[in-house]
């Protein structure tokens, strides 16, 4: 893989890991775009996409260490409620068919579902709860739509901010709720992933290579986020709906057209 492959795949990466666009769609389709382009196929995309979701994964950890801190010791009633959220991904994670994952036209057909998550919180009043307060139930709900959103095409990002809204929490609150419970399960997916690759001995990708993509994604997902928070305090997600529709429509003709 070249170094300006996974630098573009890496950009990608960083930049949709937080905005509620859906980074494995994005990948996906530029995967497909770069090998229609004339590029050697990755051999090994969900290792590729591991890495640099550990980078965006970086990223969080930066960006919410003091909220990350203070789940040892004055939210540690919030550790729970991570816990509930976790367990529906993890689940799904488990059984899911890997081959949906690598799908554009799949990608393609959830990104305007993402879209109407969008456009349907943008016509409500965030809350005043904060996520240390939020009920089991709804932490189970907000859950279940991060399992939702291991499709590609549907965002994490926004499919959790969307449920935290939806249940009555605060703007900024709903956020760091849905960033911290991304914590567990891209660290579980790549711990996943680096025990298979050790079994199967040598990647497929230079660990050069991969460790530039980590960096790049990183650094990416840092300004990625701090952009994003700011449009979820304007409450302004809706904005992003606007390119979803269009693009699901793009990806879908390409691939039942192309």
């Known amino acids: 893989m070249a170094l300006w492959e996974i630098i573009v795949l890496a950009v990608i990466q960083g930049l949709t890991e937080f905005l509620p666009v859906s980074s494995s769609g994005h990948l996906v389709v530029a995967h497909n775009l770069l090998t229609a382009l004339g590029a050697e196929p990755i051999q090994d995309l969900l290792e590729v996409e591991v890495v640099l979701h550990l980078g965006t994964l970086a990223a969080v ?25 976790t367990i529906p991904a993890v689940v799904v994670g488990f059984s899911i068919d890997r081959s949906l994952l690598e799908s554009p036209l799949l990608a393609g057909l959830m990104f305007p579902i993402s879209a109407l ?18 009920r089991p139930k709804h932490a189970i709900l907000i859950g279940l739509l991060q399992a939702f959103a291991i499709l590609p095409g549907i965002s994490r990002s926004g499919a ?6 939806a249940c009555g929490l605060r703007r900024e609150s709903a956020a760091a709720f849905a960033f911290l419970m991304a914590i567990p399960v891209i660290g579980g997916g790549g711990l ?33 986020l701090a952009l ?17 529709i269009p693009l699901g429509v793009a990806v ?4 039942l057209c192309g």
Request: include cysteine; charged fraction near 15%.
């Open 117 to 134: 998550g969008l456009l349907w919180i943008s016509q409500r009043s965030p809350g005043d709860t904060q996520y240390v307060d939020l």
């Open 228 to 244: 994003l928070i700011r449009w979820v305090r304007r409450g302004q997600l809706a904005l992003f709906a606007y390119y979803l």
């Open 192 to 224: 996943l992933t680096a025990v298979k690759a050790c079994k199967e001995g040598a990647t497929g990708t230079p660990l050069t290579t991969l460790a530039l993509g980590f960096l790049v994604s990183m650094l990416v997902g840092l300004v990625a």
């Open 160 to 165: 959790t901010i969307v449920g935290g809204l």
């Open 252 to 255: 879908v003709a390409w691939q």
């Open 61 to 85: 950890m930066i960006y919410y260490r003091r909220e990350c801190a203070r789940l040892l010791t004055s939210d540690r009633r919030a550790i729970p409620l991570l816990i509930l959220a």
